[in-house]
Nanobody, 126 residues
Framework: QAQLVESGGGLAQAGNSLRLTCEFA???????VGWFRQAPGKEREFVAG????????DYGNSVKGRLTISRDSVQNMVYLQMNSLKPEDTAVYYC????????????????????WGQGTQVTVFS
């Protein structure tokens, strides 16, 4: 039973933009949701997270200033706007939800997120 469903991945030229979308089950409306990514041969990397009220955000160091996370609490959607894409952004991007409800801080460790989507591939070419 899919509870986090990503869409919006694909091919993009360096410098261009992509927008990822994740539709999540209503169950996660009180949870931090966010994005991780994993490139071939590399560890999973925290990309961005947003708390349930949308007033606390955090980003991985490698994406700060280029990627923006946002959340629609009515539609139960979370978005990742990816600007100024670089080839090193190439990875499978996973939508994730926190293991604890109503947490204000944004956890950045993969083990704090027990709910993962199937992933969507993003490939950036130069």
């Amino acid at each position: 039973q899919a509870q986090l469903v990503e869409s919006g991945g694909g091919l993009a030229q360096a410098g261009n933009s992509l927008r990822l979308t994740c539709e999540f089950a209503r169950f996660f409306s009180a949870y931090v949701v966010g994005w991780f990514r994993q490139a071939p041969g590399k560890e999973r990397e925290f990309v961005a997270g947003i708390n349930s009220s949308g007033d606390n955000l955090d980003y991985g160091n490698s994406v700060k200033g280029r990627l923006t996370i946002s959340r629609d609490s009515v539609q139960n959607m979370v978005y990742l706007q990816m600007n100024s894409l670089k080839p090193e952004d190439t990875a499978v991007y996973y939508c994730v939800a926190d293991r604890l409800a109503l947490r204000r801080i944004i956890p950045t460790a993969a083990h704090d997120y027990v709910y993962w989507g199937q992933g969507t591939q993003v490939t950036v070419f130069s």
